[in-house]
């Protein structure tokens, strides 16, 4: 059974950068992909970045491109989300998930098998 656990979540200044971390339990597989997702207060849950677990893939939402690095380090199976520049429109709780059956990096939550508890994150402007 796979576990997610996110940490890093804070409230700061716009402009500020955070790192998000996601330490996973259990076995996944270089198939498998990690996605973060960030749900808005009143919004539905939403696709932010996303990564192959075993590969260099990546996919980034068109609002964070340049802005959100996602990485991984398998050997410590953990996984990253660097966001810079922060914006007071990144509010939201953030959700680290895995697709353990993925035969490529899916943007859909429907895909995401495993989910963290989430983290919240607070930009003031």
């Known amino acids: 059974q796979v576990r997610l656990v996110e940490s890093g979540g804070d409230s700061v200044q716009a402009g500020d950068s955070l790192t998000l971390s996601c330490a996973v339990s259990?076995?996944?597989?270089?198939?498998?992909?990690m996605g973060w997702f960030r749900q808005a207060q009143g919004k539905e849950r939403e696709f932010v970045a996303g990564?192959?677990?075993?590969?260099?893939?990546?996919a980034y939402q068109d609002s964070v491109k340049g802005r959100f690095t996602v990485t991984r380090d398998i050997a410590e199976n953990m996984g990253y989300l660097q966001m810079n520049s922060l914006k007071p429109e990144d509010t939201a709780v953030y959700y680290c998930?895995?697709?353990?059956?993925?035969?490529?990096?899916?943007?859909?939550?429907?895909?995401?098998?495993?989910w963290g508890q989430g983290t919240q994150v607070t930009v003031s402007s």
């Open positions: 259990g076995d996944i597989l270089s198939t498998s992909s």
């Open positions: 998930a895995v697709d353990l059956t993925a035969s490529r990096l899916f943007t859909a939550t429907s895909f995401y098998n495993e």
């Open positions: 990564i192959r677990w075993g590969g260099a893939d990546t």
